[in-house]
C-alpha cells in the first residue's frame, strides 16, 4: 500500500522567501508528526496532529514556523521568511494512536536556503 | 521531559560479525514504548524492532534483538552476522504517554567487507 509522501523532495529557496512543505500520511493514520533534521545529527520534533485535537506545537522553533492539518488528511508546514539556519531535511511521519504502533516516515524534503 | 542518550556516535564491524548498540533513556512513565529506526544514506526512516515497556521478553527480528533492562533504563540493539545493507544511521526512540516520539542522536554504523 501506499507509504506517507512528501513533497517536493528537494527544494532550494533564498534567505526571506517563504516555503510550504506538504505531506500526505496513510490513509487511516490519525496522528502525524513532522521533524527536523539538521545535516549529520538526529531528529527534532516540530509539531503533531492528532485528529481534529489541538495539535501540540511545543517543538516549533519559532513564530516563522506553522503547520496546518485538516481533520486526518494531508499537512502542510509553512515557514515564513527562510533563514539559513532553516536548511535542513524536514520529515514527516504518521501512525495509528494504538499501542506500540510505530511511526512510518516519508523520505523527507531537504530544503536548502541559499 | 524524556531524553533518550546515544553515546557512540560512530562504530564499524567487519562483516559477519555482532555489534552492540546502546541507547539509554531517562523517564518517570512506567508504560512506553521504544524503537530502533535505522536511516541509510537514502534518508528513508525504516522501523527496525520495537519492545513494549511492559514486557519482560526481549524483542526479536531476525538477526536483531535488543537487551531491555528496565530498571537501568537501557535498550541497547543487537545486530548479528552484519551484513554490508546494514550500514546506516541508527535511532533509538522513545513513545511516552504524550505521544511524541523522542529520538536520541544516533550512531552511524559501517559494516566492513
Known amino acids: 500500500g501506499a507509504g506517507v509522501s512528501q513533497s517536493p523532495s528537494n527544494k532550494v529557496t533564498e534567505k526571506g522567501k517563504d516555503v510550504e512543505l506538504r505531506c500526505d500520511p496513510i490513509s487511516g493514520h490519525t496522528a502525524l508528526y513532522w521533524y527536523r533534521q539538521r545535516l549529520g545529527q538526529g531528529l527534532e520534533f516540530l509539531i503533531y496532529?492528532?485528529?481534529?485535537?489541538?495539535?501540540?506545537k511545543s517543538g516549533l522553533p519559532s513564530d516563522r514556523f506553522s503547520a496546518e492539518r485538516t481533520g486526518e488528511s494531508v499537512s502542510t508546514l509553512t515557514i515564513q521568511r527562510t533563514q539559513q539556519e532553516d536548511s535542513a531535511v524536514y520529515l514527516c511521519a504518521s501512525r495509528y494512536t494504538t499501542g506500540n504502533s510505530p511511526l512510518h516516515f516519508g523520505n523527507g524534503t531537504r530544503l536548502t536556503v541559499t | 521531559a524524556q531524553t533518550v542518550t546515544q553515546s557512540q556516535p560512530e562504530m564499524s564491524v567487519q562483516e559477519a560479525e555482532t555489534v552492540t548498540l546502546s541507547c539509554t533513556y531517562d523517564?518517570?512513565?512506567?508504560?512506553?514504548?521504544l524503537f530502533w529506526y535505522k536511516q541509510p544514506p537514502s534518508r528513508q526512516m525504516i522501523l527496525v524492532i520495537r519492545?513494549?515497556?511492559?514486557?519482560?521478553q526481549n524483542a526479536t527480528e531476525n538477526r536483531f534483538s535488543v537487551n531491555f533492562q528496565k530498571a537501568a533504563k537501557s535498550f541497547s540493539l543487537k545486530i548479528s552476522d552484519s551484513q554490508l545493507g546494514d550500514t546506516a544511521m541508527y535511532f533509538c526512540?522513545?513513545?511516552?504517554?504524550?505521544?511524541?516520539?523522542?529520538f536520541g542522536t544516533g550512531t552511524r554504523l559501517t559494516i566492513i567487507p
Open positions: 526512540a522513545f513513545l511516552g504517554g504524550n505521544e511524541k516520539l523522542t
Open positions: 523517564t518517570s512513565e512506567n508504560n512506553y514504548y
Open positions: 496532529f492528532q485528529g481534529n485535537s489541538a495539535p501540540d
Open positions: 519492545q513494549e515497556a511492559y514486557k519482560q
